[in-house]
């Protein structure tokens, strides 16, 4: 178990859910750092979304500490989310307003004066290049858009802290590239950002500090970088269709092999073997690469497939 | 079930009455054509109609007696519908409370915010009727106006129990039991229609059970400028009913949508 850190904006010790006796969450420890961006991975249904509703108060715990701003979360669950913005996993923009004004309404919930919220709501806007949408109805929106309008919305009350659940989810290249490019400019601006996501990719840039869960249980934890030093060897082959028999049998022992689907996946610490077998059997269809968070996380979670 | 305390009101659940309000605000044009259209239709078709062979009942023309206890029954109506149908397609299909829950509000200052904003629409619809029958000559004078905060505690009373319904429902089929099995009796009871001492005996007590009865008491004699018996015992009635309500509907909603 780590110390708590001063400076820890949310701090949580032996978090536990439980529904209906079945555990959905059981005895998390974690401190997200102030200003830092903490990923919480974990294949569908592995608790993490659970896990931020208990952080909002929104959930009740079933066991152990939280407390969030050094406040505990049971006495102070307004004032937590008076400081706290969330994007959802699911948009649930109010679909009876415009783009506009979803951010007034949504202001209105925490105390935000008209007047403020005029020299807000279109600096927001423009953030997430919505401007032009200001008066548009919401079900005029792309995805894409929803979630930007989703993030602009969450943004409306100067949270320091950022909840994002699965922020990504379902977008295309340029939009997913354009939220990142966002939650980049948050960060710089301070906030500290809870993320939770199954793209490997997002949170290897994004994310200071990972968690990856399943089952409700901690699997690791540790920088993008320390998880895959740690959890994987450096580099890997992967061999598509069927790989020759005696090329495999005859790689040597500090290899780990792996079979997914259709691929087999080679571990190597020495990528020396690994690009020997590529050269050799220039028929096969390889890919040599160094190891990356998805290596980890398959590992980790196992390659089965989740419901 | 732990026993919460009765929801107050905060500046929280007014920003859930302004949200509903604004969306009103937006179809209004529909919206008043129907609170002043229907009741217009009913008065006109049922109170002038069936009007002619009843003549007098309990010593007023039988006009005037129905457009009375229509307010009645519309401000149940307005918020029980409202209660139901729209919380519950905010709270299900467009996940309005799930978004709110996100902010320093709590389900508590939703339960809050909705009640008071059917209350509102009862408020809207008792109204229209009012001046509907007040320009057909079935107000006794200006202090009609008086049962507008009557109307008011009718919807409060009605919007709470429509809520509890709605924290149970699976789908909007779900209200037309509520609609058939407690509402519809309730119109046809408690003296919209007839004055409840021409009931059996064992009946006029049973309806004293139901809220509608005692808005009916309340509301029917300020509009037709006569003294209300019994005030305090219905408006006591109608206030205990609607608190009982309202501190139920708050653990059941919660219930919902806590989990």
Known sequence: ????????????????????????????????????????????????????????????????????????????????????????????????????????????????????????????????????????????????????????????????????????????????????????????????????????????????????????????????????????????????????????????????????????????????????????HPDVACLHRHSGLEDVFLRLTGRELRG | MKIAPLPLLRVESLAVWRRNALVWRRLMGASVLLHFGEPLLYLLGLGYGLGRFVGEMAGMPYFTFLASGFIAWSAMNVASMESMWSVYTRMVP?????????????????????????????????????????????????????????IFLTGLCFAAPGLIVTAFAKGYEYFNFYMTLVLTPMFILCGVFYPISTLPLPMQSAVQLLPLTHAVQIIRPIVVGQPITNLWLHLVSLLVFGVLATWVASALIRRRLIK
């Open chain 1, 1 to 280: 178990m780590q110390a708590p850190s001063d400076h820890a904006l949310v701090h949580c010790r032996n978090l536990s859910k439980f529904f209906d006796g079945a555990a959905a969450v059981s005895g998390l420890d974690f401190d997200i750092p102030s200003g830092s961006c903490f990923g919480l991975l974990g294949p569908n249904g592995a608790g993490k979304t659970t896990t931020l509703r208990m952080l909002l108060g929104q959930s009740p715990r079933s066991g152990g500490t939280l407390e969030v701003f050094g406040k505990d979360i049971d006495l102070n669950r307004r004032q937590i989310r008076q400081c706290t913005g969330i994007v959802p996993q699911a948009d649930n923009l109010d679909p009876d307003f415009t783009v506009a004004e979803n951010l007034h309404m949504y202001g209105s919930y925490f105390r935000i004066d008209k007047t403020q919220l005029e020299q807000r709501v279109p600096s927001l806007l423009e953030l997430v290049e919505l401007a032009s949408r200001a008066d548009d109805r919401i079900d005029t929106l792309s995805g894409g858009m929803k979630r930007r309008l989703t993030l602009a919305r969450s943004l409306v009350n100067d949270p320091k802290l950022l909840v994002l659940d699965e922020p990504t989810t379902g977008l295309d290249p340029q939009a997913r590239h354009m939220i990142w490019s966002l939650i980049h400019q948050m960060k710089r601006n301070g906030k500290t950002i809870l993320l939770t996501t199954h793209y490997m990719e997002e949170a290897e840039r994004l994310c200071d500090e990972l968690m990856i869960i399943d089952n409700g249980s901690l699997l690791a934890q540790g920088s993008p970088a320390e998880l895959i030093r740690r959890h994987c060897e450096s580099d890997v082959l992967e061999i598509r269709g069927k790989a020759p028999r005696s090329a495999v049998e005859s790689l040597p022992s500090s290899c780990r092999t792996e079979r997914a689907g259709d691929s087999l996946y080679i571990y190597s610490d020495d990528a020396k073997p690994l690009l020997e077998l590529g050269q050799s």
């Open chain 2, 94 to 150: 467009q996940q309005t409370y799930e978004a709110i829950l996100a902010t320093p509000a709590e389900v508590d200052d939703i339960v809050i915010g909705e009640l008071l904003w059917c209350a509102t629409k009862s408020l809207i619809s008792g109204g229209a009727i009012l001046a509907v029958a007040a320009i057909l000559g079935a107000v006794h004078d200006w202090t009609a106006i008086f049962a507008l905060p009557a």
